[in-house]
């Protein structure tokens, strides 16, 4: 029994042994879309969703276990740009319809279980969103007796709360500096089905940043500078 609690003694301090806690910040831009399975509207329209532009900037903590596994949490400003829409095709000389363009504001919380290889990385875990604000624009085209364009900036037909699955990998190019690209890809209906919405919408974002640590617990090295 004594060999056992030394043994395992010995193996819990090597494993923790090296374990540092490092604070920083992170930027990221990218593209970000609801996928969603929505049919067409009526013979001879046709349904479309597209990319939009993406960024997210805050800080992190991170603790490092050892020299390969670390857990980081995130805080961070993150905005998604939706777009979808229909176009009627047919009966009329020329096209028309009408698209919705959403600006969706969150608070993000993403929590990451990396694995050092050297000086690249790989992460994976959750991110949890609440969205505190969305503007949204609807455009018409091709209806001379309609409004063209109008804006209205409430939650509206979102949910408020958002789960993603988060992977992702960075390299470390200096002592402080990290480039990282991240996918994340919703696992919640972003449609609000309170407001009648019967169809099912996912987001999914790509990004692409940089983070920098700004402070640093111990002086602990995982990397050759």
């Not at 597209?50 to 603790?63: C, K, M, P």
Request: hydrophobic content about 35%; proline content about 2%.
């Amino acid at each position: 029994m004594k060999t056992i609690l030394i043994t395992g003694t010995f193996l819990l301090s090597s494993f923790f042994g090296c374990a540092q806690i490092i604070l920083g910040g992170s930027i990221f831009g990218g593209i970000s879309a609801l996928k969603s399975d929505r049919e067409e509207g009526r013979i001879g329209s046709s349904y479309f969703w597209d990319f939009q532009r993406s960024f997210a900037l805050g800080g992190f903590a991170q603790y490092k276990i050892n020299a390969v596994i670390s857990i980081q949490a995130d805080l961070l400003y993150n905005q998604h740009q939706y777009l979808e829409g229909y176009t009627i095709t047919q009966w009329f000389p020329e096209d028309r319809g009408f698209h919705w363009h959403r600006a969706a504001h969150h608070v993000s919380i993403p929590i990451l279980i990396q694995f050092q290889l050297k000086k690249a990385y790989l992460s994976a875990g959750l991110q949890g969103s609440y969205l505190f604000h969305q503007k949204t624009t609807h455009t018409s085209f091709g209806y001379p007796d309609s409004p063209n364009e109008s804006i209205w900036t409430d939650r509206g037909d979102l949910n408020p709360f958002n789960l993603e699955f988060a992977g992702g990998i960075g390299y470390q190019t200096t002592k402080n500096l990290r480039i990282e690209a991240r996918a994340l890809i919703g696992s919640t209906n972003r449609m609000n089905r309170e407001l009648g919405h019967t169809y099912l919408a996912y987001s999914t974002q790509f990004i692409l940043g940089f983070s920098y640590s700004i402070w640093k617990a111990s002086s602990y090295e995982t990397i050759d500078n």
